[in-house]
């Protein structure tokens, strides 16, 4: 990829499932790769469970909010936030959402299914389910979408990751495996 990039993704899920600690994370990983980047978080009632949408923006631009049918991808740490967020995604665009099962409505097959709720208590950690959503996020971007990949890497995630919480081992051992576990888990 070259600086020249440009790459527009929402995040959407509800207070307490990580939606800003996601966003940091790719704003980190898109500094470190020499990228502008611009954040922009709705927080709502986020602590009592409302609805918190984040929007990072890759590359140059002049403001911080992604118009409609203009995002490259979705991160949905729900499936409603797909139906509820989805407008903002282009045609082309990606979409990884959290749900079980059937979830996920027609939309364009552009929208691939984890059950990252599932799969965070199998690896016993319950609150890691955003960072499996990235990781398979990542996943499907880099092996479906040639053209539209998400910036970052697998790599990149894990060396922001070591950055943000060297001093806790325990910590930085329980992220890498719910990443690389949302990273394995595209069929």
């Known amino acids: 990829m070259t600086k020249s990039l440009k790459q527009q993704i929402v995040i959407s899920g509800v207070g307490g499932q990580g939606v800003l600690f996601v966003t940091r994370l790719l704003a980190e990983a898109a500094i470190m790769k020499g990228f502008s980047v611009f954040t922009s978080e709705t ?24 118009r409609p049918l203009q995002a490259d991808g979705l991160l949905a740490l729900k ?4 139906i509820q967020h989805g407008f903002y995604l282009k045609p082309g ?3 990884a959402v959290n749900c079980s099962g059937d979830c996920v409505p027609d939309f364009n097959g552009s929208a691939f299914a984890v059950d990252a709720d599932k799969l965070a208590q199998e690896i016993k950690s319950p609150k890691s389910v955003n960072l499996i959503l990235l990781g398979f996020a990542i996943a499907v971007s880099s092996t ?12 990149d995630i894990r060396t922001v990751l070591k950055n943000r919480i060297a001093a806790d081992k325990k910590m930085i051992a329980a992220a890498m495996k719910a990443v690389e576990t949302g990273y394995g888990s595209l069929p």
């Not at 927080?43 to 992604?66: D, E, N």
């Not at 499936?79 to 797909?82: K, P």
């Not at 979408?145 to 998400?150: D, F, H, T, V």
């Open 93 to 95: 665009a990606w979409a």
């Open 144 to 155: 479906r979408y040639e053209s539209n990949r998400l910036f970052c890497s697998l790599k």
């Open 43 to 66: 927080h709502g009632m986020a602590q009592r469970g409302g609805t918190v949408l984040s929007h990072v923006k890759v590359g140059t631009f002049s403001s911080p909010l992604i």
């Open 79 to 82: 499936a409603d936030s797909l």
